[in-house]
């Protein structure tokens, strides 16, 4: 009986190797699968080419005819990738710039200095 915790500790790691292993395929399946019926059934919003423009108002981005007008107020946060920004302007919902757009670092740049100016 002495020796039941080591078969407990054996046991609890054994579990969360396999956790570490298998939890991220799982989940980035059904991220994937998620993600394609929302594409699907235009869950996604609006989707193409677009114009987004930064100026003393906020955000103002035309997607696929459909334009939108964001205050700097409601931009919430600003997250990274290496190969786009997300600007949140909501908890779910963010305007997403590829960083492979032309001029995107002056853009970028008006665009963190008007989040600081709007809060």
Request: aromatic share 6%; glycine share 16%; proline share 7%.
């Amino acid at each position: 009986m002495g020796h039941d915790w080591l078969g407990g500790l054996f046991t609890g790691v054994v579990v969360a190797i396999g956790m570490w292993l298998v939890l991220p395929r799982i989940t980035g399946r059904a991220t994937s699968r998620r993600l394609n019926e929302l594409a699907e059934g235009d869950g996604l919003g609006p989707t193409g080419p677009a114009r987004l423009v930064a100026d003393g108002q906020g955000l103002h981005e035309t997607v696929a005819g459909i334009a939108i007008s964001v205050p700097w107020a409601r931009v919430a946060r600003i997250d990274e990738t290496d190969g786009h920004v997300f600007v949140f302007i909501g908890p779910n919902a963010a305007l997403i710039v590829p960083k492979t757009t032309p001029d995107v670092a002056p853009m970028l740049a008006e665009i963190r200095s008007g989040v600081g100016a709007g809060s």
